[in-house]
């Protein structure tokens, strides 16, 4: 299993290799980081199920880290929401993945504006395809 780069002491990976300009990836870095850091479990659950996220190309995906269920040496990705930038659009196509395990257009809200935006709507997960 690939696993990403760790940018940070508390174990929040990020794999930076966005299309778009060095200081919009670290823009998305920083406001991707501290959602995520909100919404973390607490550190002694950290070992069996953590949230956690990556840059790669011009998406930002958010996942979950979980224990293999029959290996806690073993470890788990669960995506939670994806979002990839259009630069001709200059916005973010907002994605979320069905049980068929592709990614699918979050049809409330399949656009975003600004990494901000993309992030209320997961917050909000209005539809429960986030978080459940």
Known sequence: ???????SEDGIRCQSAMAISEFEIKRC????????QKRRPPPHLRAKVDLAFRIAGQSVEIY?????????????????????YNKSKKSWKVFWQRADQKWHGYQPHPEAASIEEFLEVVHEDAHCCFFG
């Open 29 to 36: 870095e920083k406001l991707v980081d501290e959602f995520v």
């Open 1 to 7: 299993m690939h696993r990403p780069r760790d940018h």
């Open 64 to 84: 979950h880290i979980r224990a293999h269920w029959s290996d806690e040496g073993k470890t788990l990705e669960s995506p939670v929401a994806k979002a990839t």
